[in-house]
């Protein structure tokens, strides 16, 4: 083999192993959910989740207000487990002593940056429920909640997530039973 083409072979060598050991130190891509869930055996409300098709989806929004309010963006090594209406349909399964259905439009489940260091969560929902035996309606309702302040990043957005998930499924409780 020619002088050339060795010192070539080790240099390809050479640049393979450095560009394999090169990302030692990068995060892989993550899926979360919404943390875990009590599925008891008890009765439990029907519950269906619905949502746009921007919504249909396992990416984690968020918008920039202070740069482009307009503008969606989305974090690349964070994942929802399951495209939202998915996701959150089993969260917001609550234990009910009567037949009821609840219909759920998700209209926004996204994090909003005031400022690059200051952020705010949004959930906002429609709900109707249902009675289970003939569909009659029994009720509406809107519930938008949000948080603030939480860290401005994938953590804080999937935390403060989970927790106006819970705190959505509170009202939705209390709602039922004044129903």
């Not at 008891?40 to 396992?58: T, Y």
């Not at 918008?63 to 482009?68: A, E, Q, S, T, V």
């Not at 009567?98 to 996204?110: A, Q, W």
């Amino acid at each position: 083999m020619k002088p050339f083409m060795i010192r070539a072979s080790w240099l390809f060598l050479a640049l393979t192993v450095a560009a394999c050991s090169g990302g030692a130190g990068r995060r892989l891509p993550l899926q979360h959910d919404l943390g875990p869930i009590d599925i008891a055996s008890e009765q439990r409300v029907q519950v269906r989740v619905d949502a746009p098709a921007w919504l249909w989806d396992e990416r984690i929004r968020y918008r920039l207000l202070y740069r482009d309010p307009s503008a969606i963006r989305y974090y690349n090594l964070d994942r929802w487990e399951a495209p939202l209406p998915v996701l959150i349909e089993p969260y917001l399964a609550i234990p009910g002593q009567r037949s009821i259905t609840l219909k759920i439009r998700l209209d926004r489940f996204e994090q909003q940056f005031v400022t690059p260091d200051h952020a705010r969560l949004f959930i906002d929902m429609k709900i109707e429920a249902l009675n289970g035996r003939d569909n009659r309606l029994l009720g509406r309702r809107s519930i938008v909640l949000s948080q603030d302040p939480v860290s401005p990043d994938a953590a804080g957005a999937i935390a403060g997530l989970a927790a106006l998930t819970e705190r959505a499924r509170s009202e939705i409780h209390r709602w039922l039973k004044a129903l």
